[in-house]
Each structure stands twice: as structure tokens, then as C-alpha cells.
């Protein structure tokens, strides 16, 4: 449904997005993840047909973007991360007017405006002037803008800034929802987001896609699953350490020192291990106040990805699609 | 030209939910009523046709160098700033339909202004006096033209421009430049080429145009051409300027 092929942007000595290639299938839901500045609202840009690319190719519904910019238009519902709606309008008519630039017939444009309010949970405002809303109530108008004209592909840039604890709870589910009848590419910055909704992501840093796949996979490409051990001060800790580290499973330990009357250690492993440092724990007579199991989250990923890879040697790579004709983006 | 009817409804319904047009609109009307009455008592003596030549004559260009900016002004530059231009321009509509259906609702707008003076026509009517309706309508038709050019190059300014205030300023200027531009000649050139320069801006002058066939109420096409075709270039050069906005973004 979407594919971007050897795509670079620039501003002026500035590369903004560095050669990047995906490829995302019809009901896949992608979310695009990076820092500030990383290129993901260039690279929304270029896809919607708002900015051309410098170089490279991005094709919408087997549509050229620049070649066909108004059939690419035409399946896209687009939230950019401003939220632009009139203010002076009514929140029907802000949702009207994007029905007749879509061509709809009034008609089918009342009945989406009913389905569409409903689905964002707004059905009881209306009437009312979208200068007058909320924050959240705004992206929420927002999203309904871009749902309306029931676009095949929805790209959707940070849909839950402005949002409290909860509405962000609600938008999660309705992006999930989405995702059953279109298909969705989303960018945020709240990780916990990210992983709650999309299978698969896409990490740009600098301008380069340095990961792309399902979570899970990328979680097990990182290797960063870890038991927390806390052992009560008695056998020396290289002992200890040197009996954890010959477990099976075990990549490496670290020691993470001492608090209090205990000491603690980071078993880093391939699977989980309590059941066997527990059996070890017995065997040697340790005395443990702590044994749990912390499996890789998208946060730690992303930390580790933001603050040590050096982008130009290493790119992760799971299992997503390449397209083709489009080289690795390595 | 997809979708201009759809962004001229919507620019037009915009103006009109601003407060900004309404005290423009009103403020029109005084200013129209004030001059109108002054030239009917003491200018022409009570003679109405005179009075309304008078006022599109004079006063009419002091409304058509200020208006239009004040309209235009926030229609592209604003909406640059805000996002909107985004939303626009990712909207299954071409660039051309954007900037037409904007600078063609600021004219519509600009012609209810300007159908200030027929209507004082109607209502002198009204009282017994026999204006000429021919000439009127004319004159009314001009005065439109004359505002969508101007309205044109407001858009223009407003694209090319990064705040309203900025667009507003500069298309100011570039209207006064317009009409006074006759009067530029002894500026631009000195010796042999003052002649063909002067006139160059003779038969660019949009006052000596808009005199020489809607006021005395003669509807010349190669008038109303010279009119379309300022505005189709200046409208051509306002899509530009939006395209090169997304290279620039």
C-alpha cells in the first residue's frame, strides 16, 4: 500500500531524511518512532505529497506521490501534528468542507460527519466552535477531519499530543480499531504508545532508518532481557557472579553493587532464567530478596538505539518486507 | 480547477464570520455615503451621474489600494503559519484552485463593497432622480475587475510573505506603485528612452484603462482583457510562489 524507495530530503546543507526505503502492506500499522528532528514529520510530508522528495521515490496505492498527487491525495487521510482547522467554524462544518474537497456527495457527507463523531467520541459537539474546544477535543476534531472521507491509508502525526492519561487510553484503542479497515502509519514520540498499538516499527535517527520490524523481534535482536538478582551479603560476589555467568541461556552478568545488606546482579539472557537461579539460589544456600524478570521494553530499545548506535555502522532489521527494487537501507 | 468552488464558499464564509470584513464593509459604507453626498451637494449640484462618475473616479481608488490587502492579508501567510496551507494543499485540489478560489472570494467580497454606489443609485432613483443605469453597471463592473486584480496581488503579497502584517504592507505599496504608475516616468528614465518608457506605463496604467471605458460607461473588450490578463499573471505567479513554499517548508 505504501512503498518508499531510496528517498533523501534536504534543506538546504541539512539532510532531514538520509536515504531511507520501507515498504508497508495493505492492514499493516506501522509506527514511526524517533527524537525530535529524527525526519519523521518530513517523511509524513513527503508521503501526503506536502513535500517533495530531493531524491528516491514514494508510491501511495500504487500511485506515484509526485506523478499522481491528487490520486494519492485522494487516499490519504492525513492529521498533521498541528491540527489545522478553522477556528470560526462549527465543528460539522470544518468536517463538511473536508467532504466536499474530497468531492463527496452531501448526502454520504452527513452520514459520515454522524459515523465519524461518533467513532471520536464527539457527537455531542457538533455544533460547536472548534475555537471553543479543548485541546484533546481539537485532535480529536482533527482525526475525524481525516477519517472522514474513509481513507484506505491514514497517516497520523503525534494524534495524541494534547491528550490527558485517559483520552490517550481511548485514541490508542480507536488507532488500534482503525487499523481493522485501513492502513496505518502513526508517529509518536510516547513509546508506551507505540508499543501498545503497532506491531511493527520504524526507528529513524538522523535521518536513517536504523530499525525496522515487529517488536518482538527487534526486542530479540537487542538481547536486552534481563533477571534482577538481589542476594543477601555473605559468598564473595565473584562467586556468585562466576556461578550465574556459567547458567545456561546467561550472556553476560553485571554487577550492580551493593545496597544495603544485599548485592545485586543483572543476569542478561537469551530466555527467562528465575527457575534456574532460583534452583542455583537453593543449592548454594543464597539468601535472595529479589528475583524478577524484565523483558526488553520499546523504551530501552529506543534509549539504546538514541544514545549508542552509531547509525552510519548499524541498522536492526527484523522481518519487515523490503520492496522491491529497493536496496537496504544499511 | 478541482475543488475551487469548495475553497471559495469557505474563504467567502470566512470573511464574513471575521469581524475584521464586517467593520471594513461598514466602514465602506460611511466613507461611500460621505463622499456621495458631499459630491451630490456640493460638487455637482445635484446631478447623479456626475456625483457617481465623481466617485469612481476619486474615492474609489483610496478603497481599492486599501481593502484588498486587509482581505488578502491573512489568506495564504497566516495560513502558512497555521498549518491550514498544510491541510490544503495535501486535499485531493490543485494549487491553482486554492489560490483562485481565495483571491476570487476576497473579490466577491471587494464587488458587495463596491455595489455601495449602485445602490445609492437605486435609492436617489428611488427619490425621483434618473441615474444611468447603463453607465452604472459599467462602472460597477469595473470596479470589480479593478478589485480582482488587486485582490490578486494581495494574494501574491500574502504568499510571498511570511506574516499578514508584512503582506498587507507590501501590497500596499505595490497598489500605490499601480496606480500612480504613469507618474513613475520621470523617475525611471531620463533622455531618449523617457518616451518609450512613458509610454510602456501609459499603457499599463490600470487608472487610464479603467477611465477610458467602464466610468464613461463603455464596455470595451480589449479593456476588460487588459484586466484579465494582470490577473491571470498575477495569479499564475501567487500558484508559483505557493509551489516553491513546499521546497522552502
Known sequence: ?330 | MRGFRTIFGRELAGLFLSPLAWILLCATFVYDAFFFLYALEQGTGGEVNGALYYMHEGPFWLLVVFLPPLLTMRMISEESRSGMLEFLLTAPVGDASVVAGKALAATAFMALAAAVLPLFGVLVGLLGATPDWGQLVAQWIGAVLVSCLFCSLGIFSSAASGTPLVAAFLAILANIVLVFLPMLAPFLARGRLREPVEWTLDKLAIQAHFRGSFLTGALDSAHVVFFLSWILALLFLSVRVVETKRWLV
Open chain 1, 1 to 330: 500500500m505504501i512503498r518508499v524507495s531510496h528517498v533523501t530530503r534536504r534543506f538546504g546543507s541539512t539532510t532531514a531524511v538520509d536515504d531511507i526505503s520501507f515498504r508497508i502492506e495493505r492492514g499493516e500499522i506501522v509506527g514511526l518512532l524517533g527524537l525530535n528532528g529524527a525526519g519523521k514529520t518530513t517523511t509524513m510530508r513527503m508521503l501526503t505529497g506536502f513535500l517533495p522528495a530531493t531524491s528516491g521515490s514514494l508510491e501511495v496505492g500504487g500511485f506515484d506521490v509526485l506523478e499522481h498527487s491528487l490520486e494519492v491525495r485522494r487516499r490519504i487521510g492525513y492529521l498533521p501534528e498541528a491540527v489545522p482547522l478553522y477556528r470560526e467554524h462549527r465543528v460539522q462544518e470544518m468536517l463538511a468542507f473536508q467532504g466536499r474537497l474530497h468531492g463527496l456527495p452531501r448526502k454520504e457527507v452527513r452520514r459520515r460527519i454522524g459515523q465519524v463523531l461518533e467513532r471520536v467520541g464527539l457527537l455531542d459537539r457538533e455544533r460547536s466552535l472548534v475555537g471553543k474546544l479543548s485541546k484533546g477535543q481539537r485532535q480529536r476534531v482533527g482525526l475525524a477531519v481525516a477519517l472522514l472521507p474513509d481513507p484506505p491509508v491514514l497517516v497520523l502525526d503525534e494524534p495524541t499530543s494534547g491528550f490527558d492519561p485517559l483520552q490517550r487510553i481511548e485514541v490508542r484503542s480507536l488507532v488500534a480499531e482503525l487499523a481493522l479497515e485501513h492502513t496505518v502509519l502513526v508517529s509518536s514520540h510516547i513509546l508506551p504508545e507505540i508499543e501498545a498499538v503497532c506491531a511493527r516499527v520504524i526507528v529513524l535517527h538522523r535521518g536513517r532508518i536504523v530499525a525496522d520490524g515487529r517488536q518482538t523481534e527487534l526486542m530479540d535482536a537487542l538481547g536486552e532481557a534481563r533477571a534482577r538478582v538481589e542476594v543477601a551479603m555473605g559468598p564473595a560476589p565473584e562467586e556468585v557472579r562466576g556461578l550465574l555467568e556459567n547458567l545456561p541461556c546467561v550472556r553476560r552478568v553485571e554487577d550492580r553493587g551493593v545496597s544495603g545488606a544485599h548485592r545485586s546482579f543483572d543476569v542478561f539472557a537469551d530466555e527467562d532464567v528465575r527457575g534456574t537461579i532460583g534452583a542455583l539460589a537453593r543449592r548454594e544456600g543464597w539468601t535472595l530478596r529479589e528475583l524478577s524478570w524484565h523483558p526488553p521494553t520499546l523504551e530501552r530499545f529506543f534509549a539504546r538505539i538514541a544514545l549508542d548506535l552509531d547509525p552510519q555502522e548499524k541498522t536492526i532489521r527484523a522481518t519487515a518486507p523490503t520492496p522491491p527494487g529497493a536496496g537496504d537501507p544499511t
